[in-house]
């Protein structure tokens, strides 16, 4: 979409759209003040605006706006894997600082679309009446009474599609611009209002308008209650704007105008020392001179350049308040501007995922955030300390356990994902850019843990760094420097050099040289993996060290001399094959020199070093089952990597369960760009080596995987990707010799897919694209969400754009994506310009999946190189579950059961094995494994019921559940009517009195949750008994499948084709025990979380009630 054509368009719908807010925006001083009129005038304006639309309803409703209700055939229903093209926003978000904002533009009036449960629907005017009592809506043939909703009435307010109309026939509208108002209507029952606002802005004010009207229960709103919401805020600002003597308006009434000018300059200061004072309060120079000035325009001619303590608190407010943020504290206080400890530690657990929320903690939170001292005295958290805390690494989405060290470390060196470098030394191309020292550090520092070095002859006797081209050379000594110091500034794990050795005998003898003197005690020499019989098996199997175990050393990786005889002791060379170690090359040279081998010589003192990591040329899979030794290494082409991936993607992850692979960038790319290692780690390629000198996409995909385990280079892999005791059981030698499959072809059918669902809210201080050429004055910025994983995985999204904004852009996009392997996929955020020409860069983060914090998250942007843009974030809402079995609103109930009975029935597929005894031990399973489905199906159910009772969307979790019961209580004055006892930690409920509808509902599906979740555990413990009995039966017997096998006649392809089947059986087997172990701990923490949200809402009895 052109940028020009864009900006154009959105210009023309702006000035047609927005005409009334710019006109009203010149009288700005009349806006301020909220009307408060009597009931009576309101109903006869109520009368003339009907009368004037009476004559012309019937036309109105013929062409009023028609959205057909489409569900499966709309492509925006569509899910996912899509890449979305260029949307717009209009800029006319609106700016909300308080809720005087809110409902002064509830009066002005929103046009809503009305959704119903036939086809067409109409778009009406829906306003507040001036005296804050009731809403209306027209034109309308209704009577004047019957258009009116009062707020007295009105019983809860919702954000999204939370009722069932909108469930079943909104699905082409987004969820965000939808809300919903339950009331009670003429005959006492709850009835339900379902309206599509023009914008998520607009949604949200009405919604956190509503919800301070109904907060009062039934009692009118009155300006004094405004102004006391802003209070304490006020006067903390008040006294950081304070610039002077202050006069009120009564006293500059009864002066004279000459007396009134000299107070005003007395009491006020000038346009830079206002600009000084807003500046350090966080406001930018340049949006306070803008602010200022506009209000200079509205000055008496006497007073202008001179502002007073008011201008400035006003300019603040306008300026550093975050609707978003605004409408989200609103949302979880009690009818105030602010959150109280008990607000706080509801956010904190029902939203951000804590636990156990001590008031200490939340005391902590508002003396470490809160500006206002009079704030912290009453514990007391506003606007301003909630942004400052949800700016804070507090609220950063990367989880803070992951900075650490975390894993595993005590594994085979081959489990783990190793940050690797290619040509390190190297500054930019391949062919004839700088060689430097530099590259190592940059590395190093970036938590690189295996660098590449070629070393040459030297000019000047001593050994070089450099590509063989017309790259510059360095030193060798220069280089050992530089590693030695910087090799464990960043971790402590083990480091490994990859020296690809091109030198003379006697120079090779000073790289060994070196290597001994530079490193001394830090060099690895103790470990001998070889022995005079290289086809040995125990050496074969024998496990490598754990990274724990070589923390502290340097490990060379390099060619190695085979071992020698005893009457070899005394060469000081020998000879190896020169073929190069990168397996697309050994294939072509195998072509043409089939019959002719050369070889080159090698010094003993630099093989001597070689002790841990050996390099070794590859030929296929099935011939490195048999001969290869867990020491030696092999390297792969990008191409060769890409095609083994490809199309031997089950014996390449097999492959990588027992050796460590390399892969590095195909020679074609001169220019140091780099490729995808996702590729590579989907089958468990250990070593992707990367050019850390190029930035970009892919580079910052490596960094995101490597964020995590405390960056110290070391990420183990998952669990299906290293070899454990059922590859061991399920693989007979036959089957290794001849490179089956051990991992289960049926993960999917044994792994449960994780739910992502992302929510880009705002955006805040977006810096212009840096390397742009040609920059614009804005920017019209937009994000993208890419996951980056196993193919079924990968997706990517994009908002739409927001024209000329990157102060504080709203988007309001949520996208939702199906994560079947989470251990291996990683989100990456970026944000781009679609105003730029050249360059749209500019900013983005990437992080594990398994490293997101959920909740209200900022995601700090990172440059192009990786540095930290100064006050640059998103503001995005996160929530991970697990894929719900439950009926979802857009499938019909017969295709819901389908669709379940194919899930059952796959979870115990199992395939014969042409053993009677072991066939009968897999169909034994099959009636346990479908009774744990339906109890884990039954739990989902009663969770999604849980959602839909309580009015709130299906990814919300069971806390906020038990807030909203409790709230609903509490507006029904029925606190204790509802009591939780803990017995055994299983919640008992118990009832005083007849509950509301809507309450009892709710109260009720919350039971049933817990019901259903203690049955899960009391039945999923005696199914999961009976299973782990059905697995070690199994096992014991596997130890001799082979031999049963053929005891029973089968033969050849027959044998393979068994065995194969049972490695699946037993893999589907173990999956699915692991579901069910799983599915157990999520009921206890569901009912833990039930008992913690009692707690916090009061609604637990203490054990002395």
């Known amino acids: 979409m052109n940028g020009g054509t864009d900006e154009t368009n959105n210009n023309e719908h702006s000035s047609l759209s927005n005409s009334p807010a710019s006109s009203s925006s010149s009288v700005r001083p009349k806006e301020e003040k909220i009307s408060f009129h009597s009931a009576s005038s309101y109903e006869n304006s109520i009368l003339t605006q009907n009368k004037m639309y009476t004559a012309s309803n019937r036309a109105n409703e013929e062409n009023s706006t028609t959205v057909p209700n489409h569900t499966e055939e709309n492509p925006m229903n569509k899910s996912l894997k899509r890449k979305v093209v260029s949307f717009s926003a209009m800029p006319c978000e609106k700016k909300v600082a308080d809720v005087h904002d809110c409902l002064r533009y509830m009066q002005e009036g929103s046009d809503f679309l009305k959704v119903r449960s036939y086809v067409r629907q109409f778009r009406r005017l829906y306003k507040l009446n001036d005296c804050l009592t009731a809403i209306s809506w ?71 308008g509503l919800s301070c009207l109904i907060a009062r229960h039934g009692s009118p709103l009155t300006p004094a209650d405004l102004e006391d919401r802003q209070t304490m805020r006020d006067r903390w600002l008040h006294d950081a704007f304070a610039v002077g003597l202050s006069s009120s308006a009564s006293e500059s009434e009864q002066i004279n105008h000459n007396e009134y000018q000299a107070l005003s300059a007395k009491s006020s200061i000038d346009e830079e020392e206002a600009v000084r004072l807003l500046g350090d309060y966080g406001i930018s120079q340049d949006k306070a001179k803008i602010r200022l000035q506009e209000l200079q325009t509205r000055k008496h001619e006497d007073v202008r350049g001179l502002f007073s303590t008011e201008d400035l608190v006003n300019v603040f407010k306008k300026l550093t308040t975050r609707p978003e943020i605004y409408h989200l504290l609103v949302r979880y206080s009690q009818n105030q501007d602010f ?93 004839k850019g700088p060689s430097s020292v530099d590259g190592f550090i940059h590395a190093l520092r970036r938590g690189c843990r295996c660098l590449d070095l070629h ?271 059922i590859d061991m059981i399920a693989t007979p030698p036959s089957s290794v010799a001849t490179g089956r499959l051990s991992i289960s072809t049926n993960l999917y059918a044994s792994n449960t897919p994780q739910i992502l669902h992302i929510k880009i809210i705002s955006a805040l201080h977006l810096p212009r694209p840096e390397q742009a050429e040609l920059k614009a004055n804005s920017i019209d910025p937009y994000v993208v969400v890419q996951i980056f994983g196993l193919p079924p995985d990968s997706d990517e999204v994009r908002t739409k754009t927001v024209y000329h904004n990157s102060e504080n852009p709203q988007f309001n996009e949520a996208f939702e994506f199906e994560i079947a392997f989470p251990e291996l996929a990683l989100v990456r955020f970026v944000v781009l310009d679609d105003d730029s020409l050249d360059y749209d860069f500019i900013g983005q983060y990437t992080l594990p999946f398994e490293s997101i914090q959920t909740g209200y998250r900022h995601v700090h942007l990172h440059t192009m190189g990786g540095e930290l843009i100064a006050d640059a974030y998103l503001f995005v809402h996160i929530v991970i579950n697990s894929k719900c079995l439950a009926v979802k609103p857009h499938r019909s109930l017969s295709r819901y059961h389908y669709s379940l009975m194919r899930r059952k029935l796959r979870i115990a597929s199992f395939r014969p094995v042409y053993h009677k005894q072991i066939d009968d031990l897999f169909k034994s399973a099959i009636q346990p494994l479908e009774a744990a489905f339906e109890y884990r199906h039954t739990v989902e159910q009663s969770l999604y019921g849980l959602n839909e009772m309580c009015g709130l969307p299906d990814i919300s979790n069971v806390k906020q559940c038990v807030r909203k019961i409790a709230t609903r209580l509490q507006k029904a004055n029925l606190v204790g009517a509802v009591a939780i006892r803990n017995k055994s930690n299983v919640p008992i409920f118990e009832y005083s009195t007849t509950l509301p509808e809507l309450s009892r509902q709710s109260v009720v599906a919350l039971e049933q949750v817990t019901n259903q979740c203690q049955a899960l555990i009391d039945n999923g413990t005696v199914i999961y008994k009976k299973l782990v009995s059905v697995q070690t039966e199994i096992s014991d017997l596997s130890k001799d499948i082979p031999r049963l096998l053929e005891t029973n006649g089968l033969r050849g392809k027959k044998i393979i084709k068994a065995i194969d089947n049972f490695s699946c059986n037993l893999a589907l087997l173990h999956g699915q025990t692991d579901l069910l172990e799983k599915a157990k701990d999520d009921a206890t923490i569901t009912i833990r979380q039930i008992l913690e949200a009692a707690e916090t809402t009061h609604l637990l009895l203490s054990s002395d009630e």
């Open 138 to 208: 027209y034109p309308t043939s209704k009577k004047p009474s019957k258009a009116i909703i009062t707020i007295d009435s009105i019983k809860e307010v919702r954000l999204g599609k939370t009722t069932e109309r909108l469930r079943e026939h909104a699905q082409q509208f987004e969820n965000e611009s939808m809300l919903s108002i339950i009331y009670k209507d003429g005959n006492n029952d709850c009835a339900a209002l379902d309206l599509v606002a023009s914008s998520p802005d607009e949604a949200n004010i009405w919604v956190t």
């Open 339 to 431: 959150l109280s400890t008990e607000d706080l530690t509801l956010f904190l657990e029902a939203e951000q995922g804590m636990s156990k929320v001590a008031s200490e903690k939340c005391a902590d939170i508002i003396k470490k955030f809160e500006p206002s001292t009079e704030a912290k005295l009453l514990g007391h958290l506003g606007i301003d300390g909630f942004m400052n805390f949800l700016l804070s690494p507090e609220c950063d989405i990367f989880n803070p356990a992951n900075a650490s060290v975390y894993q595993d470390m005590d594994q085979s060196l081959n489990h783990y994902f190793i940050a690797s470098s290619h040509n390190t030394f190297l500054l930019a191309d391949q062919l």
């Open 455 to 725: 070393c040459f002859d030297g000019s000047d006797g001593q050994p070089s760094i450099h590509n063989g081209t017309l790259t510059s050379h360095i030193p060798l000594s220069e280089v050992l420097d530089v590693i030695n110091y910087h090799a464990f500034e960043k971790t402590d794990y083990p480091l490994i050099l990859c020296i690809e050795i091109q030198c003379s005998i006697s120079q090779q003898e000073l790289v060994a040289q070196l290597l001994v003197e530079k490193f001394g005690e830090k060099l690895f020499l103790h470990y001998i993996l070889l022995t005079m019989d290289i086809n040995t098996n125990s050496d074969k199997n024998r496990s490598l060290p754990s990274p724990n175990d070589l923390r502290g050393k340097i490990i060379i990786k390099s060619k190695k001399l085979p071992p020698c005889f005893p009457n070899e002791n005394n060469k000081e060379y020998g000879e190896i094959i020169d073929d190069a170690d990168c397996y697309e090359v050994t294939r072509r040279r195998s072509r043409k020199e089939s019959n002719s081998k050369k070889h080159r010589k090698l010094s003993r003192a630099f093989s001597d070093l070689v002790c841990l990591l050996r390099s070794a040329p590859f030929e296929d899979f099935n011939t490195a089952f048999n001969e290869q030794q867990s020491d030696q290494i092999c390297t792969f082409s990008e191409n060769a990597g890409l095609r083994l991936a490809t199309s031997d993607a089950e014996e390449f992850i097999n492959y990588n369960k027992r050796f460590i692979s390399r892969v590095t960038p195909g020679t074609w790319r001169v220019d140091s760009s780099n490729l995808n290692p996702q590729d590579f780690w989907n089958v468990g390629c250990q070593m992707v080596a990367m050019n850390y000198q190029t930035a970009g996409r892919f580079m910052d995909v490596y960094f995101g995987r490597f964020l995590t385990n405390g960056g110290c280079g070391y990420v183990l892999k998952p669990r299906y990707l290293r070899s454990d005791n």
